[in-house]
């Protein structure tokens, strides 16, 4: 059963960078298509990108375009999200989990069959 470990988060002032990482176990990194995702207090879970089982296709929320970059290192079983430039909006739970479709349909949707959510990575920008 696929399970998923986020790390990487932390406190940075608007305009910083952090690197989440999204360690897999339990099979490969290269069978899944994975998002990120984030909630903020009071707020629904929003999808924030997602990198294909293939590598070759992503997506981005528009919030995000242009300012996040997610890739993957194979070898490490481990999916990433760069976020540079942040803003005191990005401020959230940030966690990551398979999605049913390779990038093309809804970022916040969610495979039925995964169960296994990580704790996740806060992240908190200060203006």
């Known amino acids: 059963q696929l399970q998923v470990v986020e790390s990487g988060g932390g406190l940075v002032h608007a305009g910083g960078s952090l690197r989440l990482s999204c360690v897999i176990s339990?099979?490969?990194?290269?069978?899944?298509?994975i998002g990120w995702l984030r909630q903020a207090p009071e707020k629904e879970r929003e999808g924030v990108s997602c990198?294909?089982?293939?590598?070759?296709?992503?997506k981005y929320a528009s919030s995000v375009q242009d300012r996040f970059d997610t890739y993957r290192d194979v070898a490490k079983n481990t999916v990433y999200l760069q976020m540079n430039n942040l803003k005191p909006e990005d401020t959230a739970i940030y966690y990551c989990a398979p999605l049913p479709t390779p990038c093309v349909g809804p970022l916040s949707d969610i495979r039925s069959d995964f169960t296994s959510w990580g704790h996740g990575t806060q992240v908190t920008v200060s203006s």
């Open positions: 990198i294909s089982a293939s590598g070759g296709a992503k």
């Open positions: 339990g099979s490969t990194v290269r069978y899944y298509n």
